[in-house]
């Protein structure tokens, strides 16, 4: 089985455009492609015709068992009625996760306008996914995505379950360091390339992976995702099976670690 943690309907060449119905169908074709069997997906922290509102998601995937939704929140800009907003689809299991985004948007994640936030996610018991590292646009500010940021959250939060994206790229070795000594959080290998991983740069990344399975241990804490559509999902499979982990090590970071992190409620076949 393949959980894809990490994907997006967002249409990131902003000079054209493309039906948000389109992308749906793009991304249900490539799931099927590649074998992908359930997908999370994640909403921005800014709404508009590129990229849609968790509402939109939320409707267009309520009838597709395949697919769940990660909640982009914009920090800048949340408003109670979000929150309320947000709090309806945790409860009716609508919503799987909250996803924020400093870097793009300039905030450390362990500033008190998150505990909110925070606190919504251990209520309904869901993880929260918070961007670290590279960011697609150059106008980010990357000093407030560094991985070590959310060590401060993990500390101040014990029960909540974190997931550090991107593995903070370039910040490895940091973000190995959070994930080895907090127990509460977690990271995915989503984003490491636009398109498809070159062989030179694939050879790095994968050592880079290896190095972090062997300073931080068994990885419970490891979850596959691509970032789809700013990676494709073909070469990603492709990286995985270059890390040449054990069964059981693979099982769980394909499937099994986001399947309990999220509560899919997934089951293996046969």
Known sequence: MIVDCHTHLNHYDETTTSPLQARYEELQESLAFNKVDYALILTSYKVNEHRPSTREVVELTADNPKMGVVAGVS???????????????????????????????????????????????QEFDVPVMIHTGDTYSPRAKV???????VDDVAVDFPELKLVICHVGNPWIRDAMEVVYKNKNAHTDISGFVLGDFTERFEKFMLEQVKDMILYAGDPNYLLYGTDWPICRMRTYLKFVRGLELPEAHYEKLMWKNANRLFKLGLEAEG
């Open 75 to 121: 920090f800048l800009n949340y408003r109670e009625r979000d929150l309320r907003e947000l709090a309806d689809y945790l409860k009716d299991g609508l919503v799987k996760g909250l996803k924020l985004y400093p870097g793009y948007e300039p905030f450390y994640p362990y500033d008190s306008r998150c505990r909110v936030l925070y606190d919504l996610a």
């Open 143 to 149: 000093r407030f995505a560094h991985p070590l940021a």
